[in-house]
Each structure stands twice: as C-alpha cells, then as structure tokens.
C-alpha cells in the first residue's frame, strides 16, 4: 500500500515538474510552429546555473530560491537572444529553424559538460523543505509535495496570464491565427520573442527545482527533451490544459513504468503517445494546426 | 546543353571511379583506408537519408535508430550462431520492415509532424536498446567476432573490406541514379512539390512516399550492416539523436536533393570528425555550430552553392534572384 501511495506521489511531483518543462514548448510550438529542440538544454542549462549559484560563485552563496529567480532570468535571456539573432533570420522558414534549434542544443550540451565537467552534481533541497509530512504510516518528502505545489501556482498563474491579461489575448490571437493577428496591429514577431523567453525560463525554473530530485548530469538535457515531446503530442500544442493533463499522465506512466517494468519503460512511455497519433493526430486538447 | 557535357561528365566519373579504386595504393596506411570506408558506408547512409529528405522533402530525425536496428539484427544473428548469409538476409529485412512501420505511423503528417514522429520513434528504439538489457546487453552492446569472408575473400583485412564497402557504395548510387531518372522519382519529387496536384492528377501520394521509405530504409540497413562489421560491435550510442543529427547534416551540408551532396557531406562529416577528434573533444560542438552556420548561410547545402558560384563564375552572369523571404 505504502509502495503505491509512495509511487503515486513521485508520479504526480515529476508531472509537475514536466508541466513546468512543457507548457513553454506547447506554446512555443503553438505560436512559432516548431518543436524547440533545445528545450532540454534549456532545462538542463537552468539546472546547472542554479545549482552553481547556491553552491556558490566567487564565493557568495546564493539562497535557493534567489538561485533559481537570477538562473530563470538569465536562461530566459538566453532564449531570448537566441530567438533575436538565430531564428530571427530565418522566418516562416520552418524546417531550418528545428535544425538550427538541433545544432544549438548539441552546442549547450556540449559547453555544458567543459563547463560543469562529466560528474553529477548534486542539488541540496532548499532549507526547511528537508523533512517528510507524516500521513498515517507513510513519510512524504516535503520537499516532493512543495514541487506539485509550486506547479499549481505556476499553472494558476500562466493561466491568469493567458487568460486575463492583454499580453495572453495577443498571444492567443497568434497562435489562433497569426496572419490575422499581424492584420488588426499585433506585433506578432515580438511576441516570438517574448514567448520564447518565457518558455526557456520555465524549463530553467523545472531544471532547478527538479535539480534535488534528479541531479544534475550530461544527459539530462536528452532525457527530459523527449519527455516534453510526449506531452505536447499527448495534450496538443499550444494548449494549457493539454500540457497539464498530458504530464500528469506522463509523470505517472514514466514512474509506474520504471517501477513495474523496468526494461521496457522507455516503450510503455512512447505508446500512448503513438496510440494518440493514430487516433486524434492534433492531440487531447488540441485544435488542427494548419 | 546537356549532351555536350555528357563526355566530360562520363570522364570525370571514371576517373572518380578509377581513383577510388586505387585508393589503397595511393593512400599508404591501414587508418586512412579505414577512415575512407567510413566515408563510404556513411555515404550510403546519406543517400538512403537523401531519399526522404531530398527528393520526398520529408526530413527524418530518426534514422539512425533505423540504421542501428539493422546493425543489431547483424550482431544478435550472429551472436545467435547463425552464419552471416542468413543473418544480413534477416538484417535487411528487420531495417526495411522497421521502415515500414516507421512509415506507416510518420506518414500521417509532413513537415514538422514528420520530424517529431521520426524523433519520437527514434527515441523509442533508442531505450529499448538502452533499457532492454536481456536482448541488447545494454550499454555494453554486443560485439561482432568475426568479419565475413565471402567466397574466401577474408573482410578482416582493412583493404578487402574497404573494397567491399566500394561494391556496394557503387551498386548504391547506381541504384540513386536509376531512381532519380526513373518514373517513380519523378512522381516523388511531384509529391514533393505539389502534393495536391499530384493527388489530383491521380497519383497514390501516400503509397509513393511509403515506397520512398522502403528504399531509404533498404539503403539504411545497407549502410547499418557494413557499419557493424566495420566497428565489429553496436551499443546503444549509435542509435541516439547525435548520430541521427549527424547523418542529416551530411545531407544538408552536402545538398539534399543531389545525387552527389549527400556522398560530399558525408566524406565532410566523417574527415572533419576523424581530424578533430584527433586535437580535441569537443566534436558536438563544432558539429551543432556547423548546422547552425550551414542552415543560415548555405540553405541549399554545399554541392548547389558551389555549383551556383562556379555557373557564376564560367559564365560571368548574374545567377537567378535569391527566392524572396517573408517579413517576419
């Protein structure tokens, strides 16, 4: 019983962690129209800049929560750039903007390992999270049920934002329908970059707080990339509620699969997500995207 | 115009034949024979790739994994104890009919659907070769003994296999050529370029492309099989995203949709590889800030660049307008 409860709780915590992952690609995706391959590295980077910062740098030890803001704002601004300077130059150039996102992530990973070297590293949990809730007989991480926490107030706010405010209404016109977007005074190449940004900092924000959990490791990047892809085909691209209900069931397929059926886990992750493209190619909750 | 340019073409390809097939002679050293059959099997791979990505403009970022799926067959065959006949005839018919299923769940969509399908699957492969340790040993990967000998030929020898590795790089392009001269290639490049006009004029656009695969997947498996005798061992790492990245970048590096791009891209690929990881390792990098350089600057890849420059050159005229982009 115990083993089950324990199971469904890490299902849901690395679901959120994943929601954090993939609601930036999903939108990313819904409004760019391209899967940003460099998701990974952006998650994989955020975590390696967090967990520098709190162990620290030139001698200041950051705060855990300090680290992950300042590792967020300057992954974001990354993404940013890498929107303003690569993907800039090639536009409604679908295809050569996958392969430039290809190349970029082979280049972070790349600087990644000469920078932090091949060794994991490992995150402490911030204080005061440490210890375990108690519930009957069983112990819970704190640390595991304030990530599903956080995820909930992340997922509150992206959808206030998309939702409630001036910024969300133009993002949704462009993803909806980007030429009209464009038509009625939208600057809908701004809001590339804007989104782009948002999304990096959101994988940077998973990858730090998923650092305690998951350490940090070369890799990581190719491990949790393909994990956002399953999500999105499951949930359906630029959609909010796609995103959330399509990693909470990837959390709990990847946790039960790794559990029960070790050598075959990869493969169980994949085949609702195949099934998925079988039967409704666009996805959950997603709209045909032309 | 072309005719007149038939006798100097013919020529260059014999020569172009004639120094390949002199290769060991002129090129003293067992390495460098082995890094020239490197060049050709991974050739192979491109063109196979070249099929989807050229000429069906479709771009697959999965192929590898099809590529070691053939190797692995090679290697469980063999480790099986089967003789190497029955284990390339089993090899071959695992890479085409993983193709197949490929196709079959990829076809669906096109363009970036078609990526992240391919993408997926790959990725899929790649576990189960990673994770599924009973049948693939894992990370440790299964090694191959022996090199086949056929009709006392020995393979083991470096030269040998560098000129069977040439058969079958030269059966491969002649193979390419034939498909690209032929009816079907014409039909592909159709569905390429119009696919509903093509669908319209009664043409299986679907079953066109589905061949497609099958012949990528063949010529895939080809490669897979000499790759895995060539190392005599396939772990996991040959499947990943990085090996799928590398071969398409062979074909856009050398120019997707050319008989003769992807063969450049791939001597490119696999010489700059051999040489720089020779001074240092950080060969990802360089080869993610190649991609990056070569999607902005050189679209159309290396082979339609510099024959456009040397059309410029010859005929001192102006070449045909760069398409018009977009405003973002």
């Given at each position: 019983m115990n083993f089950w409860l324990v199971l469904t709780v890490n299902s849901i915590t690395f679901g959120g962690l994943l929601f954090l992952l993939s609601a930036g690609f999903s939108l990313i995706f819904g409004l760019m129209r391209i899967p940003n391959l460099t998701h990974g590295s952006l998650f994989m980077l955020g975590a390696y800049v967090g967990a520098t910062f709190t162990v620290g740098l030139l001698g200041f030890k950051l705060n855990f929560w300090l680290a992950a803001i300042l590792a967020t704002l300057a992954v974001a601004a990354i993404g940013a750039l890498a929107e303003r300077l690569l993907l800039r130059r090639l536009p409604g150039d679908q295809l050569a903007q996958v392969l430039v996102t290809l190349g970029l992530s082979f280049m972070a990973a790349d600087l990644c390992l000469m920078l932090w070297g091949g060794d994991p590293l490992n995150v402490t949990t911030p204080d005061g999270l440490g210890g375990f809730v108690r519930v009957g007989t069983v112990a819970f991480p704190m640390y595991r049920l304030a990530i599903i926490a956080i995820a909930i107030v992340v997922a509150v706010g992206l959808w206030l934002l998309l939702d409630r405010t001036r910024l969300g209404a133009m993002i949704r016109a462009g993803v909806d329908d980007p030429d009209m977007a464009r038509v009625v005074g939208i600057r809908v190449s701004q809001l590339f970059t804007i989104v782009f940004a948002l999304g990096a900092g959101l994988a940077a924000f998973a990858g730090i707080i998923g650092g305690p959990i998951l350490s940090v490791y070369p890799g990581l990047d190719q491990d949790m990339l393909p994990l956002a892809l399953v999500v999105v085909i499951l949930g359906g691209t630029g959609s909010l509620l796609g995103s959330f209900v399509g990693s909470i069931i990837v959390g709990f397929i990847y946790n039960f699969g790794q559990a029960l059926l070790p050598e075959l886990a990869y493969f169980v992750l994949f085949m609702p997500m195949l099934l998925v493209l079988l039967l409704r190619p666009q996805g959950l909750f997603g709209r045909q995207i032309p | 115009m072309m005719g007149n340019f038939l006798t100097p073409r013919c020529l260059a390809i014999a020569v172009a034949i004639a120094l390949l097939a002199a290769l060991p002679a002129w090129m003293n050293g067992v390495y460098y024979v082995n890094v020239a059959s490197q060049i050709l099997f991974y050739a192979v791979f491109a063109l196979g790739l070249n099929v989807l990505v050229g000429y069906a403009g479709l771009t697959s970022l999965g192929h590898a994994a099809l590529f070691g799926v053939a190797a692995y067959a090679t290697a469980y065959m063999l480790q099986l104890g089967y003789g190497h006949t029955e284990s390339i005839l089993v090899a071959l018919l695992v890479g085409v009919a993983s193709m197949a299923v490929y196709a079959v769940l990829s076809?669906?969509?096109?363009g970036i659907g078609f990526i992240m399908i391919t993408l997926a699957l790959g990725e899929i492969l790649w576990g189960l070769a990673y994770r599924w340790i009973s049948l693939?040993?894992?990370?440790?990967g299964i090694n191959v003994p022996k090199r086949p000998a056929p009709f006392g030929f020995a393979m083991s020898n470096a030269t040998n296999f560098y000129y069977v590795t040439l058969i079958v790089f030269l059966l491969s392009v002649i193979a390419m050529a034939i498909f690209v001269r032929s009816p079907f290639g014409a039909a592909l490049r159709g569905t390429r370029d119009q696919p509903r006009r093509m669908n319209a004029l009664g043409y299986h656009v679907w079953l066109i492309r589905f061949y497609a695969c099958l012949f990528s997947g063949l010529l895939t498996a080809v490669s897979g099989i000499l790759f895995v005798y060539y190392t005599q061992f396939i772990s996991p790492q040959t499947l990943a995203l990085t090996s799928s990245a590398e071969v398409l970048l062979m074909v856009i590096a050398g120019g997707p949709g050319t008989l003769l791009g992807p063969i450049v891209g791939a001597g490119l690929v696999v010489i700059v590889k051999t040489v720089v990881s020779g001074f240092i390792e950080r060969w990802n990098f360089l080869l993610g800030a190649i991609f990056v350089a070569i999607v902005i600057l050189?679209?159309?890849?290396l082979v339609p660049g510099t024959t456009r420059l040397w059309r410029r050159f010859i005929r001192k005229r102006p070449p045909a307008p760069a398409k018009t982009e977009a405003a973002p």
């Open positions: - | 076809l669906r969509s096109t693939t040993g894992g990370d440790n050189m679209p159309d890849g």
